[in-house]
C-alpha cells in the first residue's frame, strides 16, 4: 500500500496571479503530481462558489476542497458536491463592533447553506444566488464568515480595527485586497486541512501546504508541527515567510510549480508499511 503526499494549494497568489490567469507552469506541475498519484486539493479563502472552477480548471480529482478560510469543506459525491464540514458561530456580536466602528463598510455573511447575504454589492466576489438584506438580518442565523469592504480604508487600518475592537472571540483573515475575512475561533485551513488528512490516512508527515498570505499561517503551522512542508511563495509578506519552512519564487515567476516540481515522482512506501 502507497502513502501518497497530501497537497493544499491557496489560490489568489499561489496558483493565480493577479488578473485571475494561472502563475506560470502551475497546470503543468499540478498535473504531474496528480499523476504520480498525489492528492491535489485547494485551501483557499474563496467561498466554493468562486473555487470550484479551478478545481475543473486544474482537473483535480481530489475527494475533499477546503473553502472560506477552512470554515467550509466540500465533498465529491459523485459528479456533484455537498458542504461536508461546515463551521458557523454567531455573527450579531462582532457585527455590531464593526457597525460602530466603520458605518459606511458593505457587509457579506456567509449562511451554513453557502447562501450570501449583503448590504451592497461587493466587487470582485461573486454572489450569484445571494440577497441583498438590511444590515440587521445579517445576524439572524448562525454564519460560517463575515467579509467586510471598506473603501478608503488599507491592510493596516483592518489590523488597527481589529486590535481596537478585541475581537478575540473569532480568527480573521486580510485579503490579496483590502478586506477583513472573519472566520468562527480556532478555525483556518490547517483545522480544515487537518480533517482531510485524518479522513485520507495520510501520515502527517506527507503534507505540503502553500499560499502568500496571513490566512495561511495557520495551515504552515499544521503541516509543520506535523512534520510536513510548508511553503511560503516569494512575494508574501515577512510574517507569512517567518511561519513557512521553506520561500519559492514569487508568484509571476512560477514560484508554485517550482516548489511542485521538487515532490517524489510517484507516490512512495510508507517507511512503517
Known amino acids: 500500500m502507497t502513502a501518497p503526499w497530501l497537497i493544499g494549494l491557496d489560490v489568489d497568489g499561489t496558483i493565480l ?4 490567469t494561472m502563475s506560470p507552469g502551475v497546470p503543468e506541475a499540478v498535473a504531474r503530481v496528480r499523476d504520480a498519484g498525489h492528492v491535489v486539493t485547494i485551501a483557499t479563502g474563496r467561498s466554493w462558489m468562486a473555487t470550484r472552477r479551478y478545481v475543473e480548471e486544474l482537473g483535480l480529482s481530489a475527494e475533499y476542497v477546503v473553502c472560506s478560510n477552512g470554515a467550509v469543506t466540500m465533498r465529491r459525491d459523485g459528479d456533484e458536491w455537498e458542504r461536508w464540514n461546515v463551521e458557523t458561530f454567531d455573527p450579531s456580536p462582532v457585527l455590531e463592533l464593526l457597525r460602530d466602528r466603520l458605518p459606511d463598510a458593505r457587509y457579506m455573511v456567509e449562511l451554513a447553506s453557502g447562501q450570501r447575504l449583503y448590504t451592497q454589492q461587493l466587487d470582485d ?3 450569484d444566488g445571494g440577497r441583498q438584506v438590511g444590515f440587521d438580518e445579517l ?3 448562525p454564519v460560517s ?3 467586510v469592504v471598506s473603501p478608503g480604508h488599507d491592510e493596516e487600518d483592518f489590523h488597527r480595527l ?3 475592537a478585541g475581537l478575540n472571540e ?3 483573515a486580510i485579503g490579496w485586497t483590502a478586506w477583513l475575512d472573519i472566520a468562527p475561533q480556532g478555525v483556518d485551513k490547517g483545522t480544515a486541512l487537518e480533517l482531510v488528512r485524518a479522513r485520507l490516512g495520510i501520515p502527517g508527515d506527507r503534507v505540503l501546504v502553500a499560499g502568500d ?3 495561511d499561517i495557520g495551515m504552515f503551522g499544521w503541516a509543520r508541527v506535523h512534520g510536513g512542508r510548508a511553503v511560503a511563495m516569494g512575494q508574501a509578506p515577512d510574517e507569512v515567510k517567518d511561519a513557512a519552512g521553506e520561500i519559492t519564487a514569487d508568484v509571476v515567476d512560477g514560484g508554485l510549480a517550482r516548489a511542485l516540481d521538487t515532490l517524489p515522482a510517484r507516490a512512495q512506501v510508507s517507511a512503517t508499511e
Open 125 to 127: 466576489w461573486t454572489l
Open 213 to 215: 498570505g496571513r490566512n
Open 17 to 20: 496571479l493577479q488578473d485571475e
Open 162 to 164: 481589529v486590535a481596537d
Open 170 to 172: 473569532v480568527s480573521y
Open 139 to 141: 445576524s439572524d442565523a
Open 145 to 147: 464568515r463575515i467579509v
